[in-house]
């Protein structure tokens, strides 16, 4: 008998704000054993629907969507395989035991709250606060609410106004998001030094290497990218240019997947994952971050969007000081409260086995 065949899947839609949603797929076997994973960001409900109704794990069809629906779907899976075994997923997969806890940083920008200088410093301060020594903003997100400011004027002030307000013994990390062109980026590339950015992020996305190279002579500054990367060619072709490489488990097609990007980048940069997530990839990021302090950096963590958000896995997701306690537990360790009212079931199915060179 297939096992495969008897797989049974449930999508649930979380809803935390105007800006976020998680969308979490549980995948259930015939004696009721089960694994979770993630797949926000893939796009609309509607989109991932789709690519659930008609995942078979192949090659074809490798979308930006799909890619990230396959990454939940190993993610449930050797979720589901370690709980079996009874070990945490770390063991599973790595054969190392999972750190006890992992240092975070704290990404601020989906926050609620205004968006002057102000209040994302206020923001910043808050996250401080609680024991983060590292904050991540994105400054060039929105324009400026009067319009007399550019983007690249309203984001430099932004930066200028979290730095006055964590001081220097913070570490501030900008997220561009290739907001800017790299003619408008230039200029703030001195302030941002001045400023002592730990590091720059996206200013040039790795699609565009060439580009890369240019920003990564035009600046001093430890630059960071690789969020959307899922195949060994998309690291190659930036090798040397990034100082730190930000894997997702989710867009990278699964933990293995991840696993591979960080392999094809040893020696060359250091690892942070990217998780501006929910607690489910939160908890298989976690289960992966480097140990070795050569490499290793602080995990992202969605800093303030809601204070319940650990109560959606009955509070196995336990942030103290900075730093992710791991739960326990074998697996990710956690439980989705599907009785909570944030929580909605969106879609339910079967997978139907056929042949796949990506499982």
Not at 24 to 46: F, K, N, Q, T
Not at 215 to 226: E, H, K, Q, S, V
């Amino acid at each position: 008998m297939n096992p495969v065949r008897q797989e049974s899947w449930e999508l649930f839609r979380i809803t935390v704000s105007a800006r976020t949603e998680w969308l979490v797929l549980r995948v259930c076997g015939p004696d009721g054993d089960h694994g979770y994973g993630e797949c926000s960001d893939a796009g609309s409900l509607e989109t991932v629907i789709r690519e659930l109704d008609r995942f078979d794990g192949a090659c074809d069809s490798c979308g930006f969507a799909a890619i990230t629906v396959r990454g939940a779907v190993e993610q449930a899976r050797l979720d589901r395989a370690a709980r079996r075994a009874d070990v945490p997923l770390r063991k599973l997969i790595i054969g190392q035991e999972a750190s006890r806890t992992v240092e975070l940083y704290a990404n601020i920008n989906r926050a609620p709250g205004g968006r002057t200088p102000r209040d994302i410093a206020a923001t910043a301060e808050a996250a401080v606060r609680e024991g983060f020594t590292a904050v991540k903003l994105a400054p060039f997100d929105t324009p400026d609410t009067d319009g007399r400011r550019t983007l690249a004027e309203i984001g430099l002030e932004r930066v200028r106004a979290v730095r006055e307000a964590v001081g220097s013994g913070v570490d501030v990390m900008v997220d561009a998001h290739e907001r800017l062109t790299l003619d408008e980026l230039t200029p703030l590339l001195g302030p941002f030094e001045e400023l002592a950015l730990y590091w720059l992020e996206d200013g040039v996305g790795i699609a565009r290497p060439a580009e890369l190279a240019e920003l990564r002579a035009r600046t001093r500054l430890p630059l960071a990218g690789g969020e959307f990367a899922h195949r060994a060619d998309d690291i190659e072709a930036v090798r040397g240019l990034l100082d730190v490489l930000l894997p997702d488990v989710k867009h990278a097609g699964g933990p293995r997947a991840a696993l591979e990007l960080t392999r094809r980048t040893r020696g060359t940069a250091r690892i942070s994952f990217h998780n501006p997530s929910g607690p489910v990839a939160t908890l298989h990021a976690a289960q992966l971050a480097p140990t070795d302090a050569a490499v290793a950096e602080r995990l992202e963590f969605a800093y303030g969007e809601v204070a319940w958000r650990s109560a959606v896995v009955h509070g196995a997701e336990r942030v103290r000081d900075g730093r992710l306690t791991l739960p326990d537990a074998p697996g990710i360790g956690l439980e989705l409260d599907t009785d909570h009212p944030a929580v909605t079931r969106v879609w339910s199915g079967r997978l139907e086995p056929r042949p796949s060179c990506c499982s």
